[in-house]
């Protein structure tokens, strides 16, 4: 089992950036696929970013190619999520995410542990 903790969200203007944390607990982390979604107000949850146990395969959302970064530091248990060019439409609660059911390629297919997220606010 694995204890997720986001932090790092705030309020931003619009083009500027953010970089959200996710430390996991335990000593498998390094096992597990990550992911990063979000939830705005009156939205469905929808994924942002993914990355598979190694570091080496992620997968974005149309929404936020060019402008995220998903990354993780196995030696530190945490995954990062780097946010540039940030947009009104962004704003919402993000939640990371860890996994052990994976492809072939060690991305996630469905996730078992979330953390408690985080808000992101986006001023136009």
């Known amino acids: 089992q694995v204890q997720l903790v986001e932090s790092g969200g705030g309020l931003v203007q619009a083009g500027g950036s953010l970089r959200l944390s996710c430390a996991a607990s335990?000593?498998?982390?390094?096992?597990?696929?990550m992911g990063w979604f979000r939830q705005a107000p009156g939205k469905e949850r929808e994924s942002v970013a993914a990355?598979?146990?190694?570091?080496?395969?992620?997968r974005y959302a149309d929404s936020v190619k060019g402008r995220f970064t998903i990354s993780r530091d196995n030696a530190k248990n945490t995954v990062y999520l780097q946010m540039n060019s940030l947009k009104p439409e962004d704003t919402a609660v993000y939640y990371c995410?860890?996994?052990?059911?994976?492809?072939?390629?060690?991305?996630?297919?469905?996730?078992?542990?979330w953390g408690q997220g985080t808000q992101v606010t986006v001023s136009s």
């Open positions: 335990g000593r498998t982390f390094s096992s597990y696929a």
């Open positions: 995410a860890a996994t052990k059911r994976t492809t072939g390629q060690g991305m996630g297919v469905a996730y078992d542990y």
């Open positions: 990355i598979s146990w190694s570091g080496s395969s992620t």
